[in-house]
């Protein structure tokens, strides 16, 4: 999904979650967003995953977009290495609230 897609999809629908996701042992940080048939989209730019540097260059970026609160998500490597699913997805467990 790119930016101006994340847009007018925030301007016109408000059942949705964005996830910014943090990948352990990365200082970068990528965007999700969640739709309500639970469709997942990677936010893209010029089709390729967009990859930010910082929690601040995520704020104003989707702040741009008109979105004001987003899930902060870790991954944690642990569950990879011994072959098990990711389990960021669930709700309340690995998942902090953000609000700009």
């Known amino acids: 999904m790119e930016f101006h897609e994340l847009k007018a999809f925030a301007a016109h629908h408000d059942n949705y979650e964005i996830r910014v996701i943090g990948h352990a042992g ?3 940080y990528q965007v999700e ?3 309500i048939e639970g469709q997942r989209h990677m936010l893209t ?3 390729k995953p967009v990859l ?3 929690l601040e260059d995520v704020y104003v970026e989707l702040k741009r977009a008109g979105i004001h609160r987003a899930y902060l998500v870790q991954q944690v490597p642990h569950d990879e290495v011994i072959g098990r699913e990711t389990h960021y997805q669930e709700p309340l467990t690995s998942r902090m609230p953000l609000v700009f």
């Open 33 to 35: 967003l969640e739709d």
């Open 26 to 28: 990365s200082r970068f």
């Open 52 to 54: 930010f540097r910082s």
């Open 45 to 47: 730019r010029k089709g």
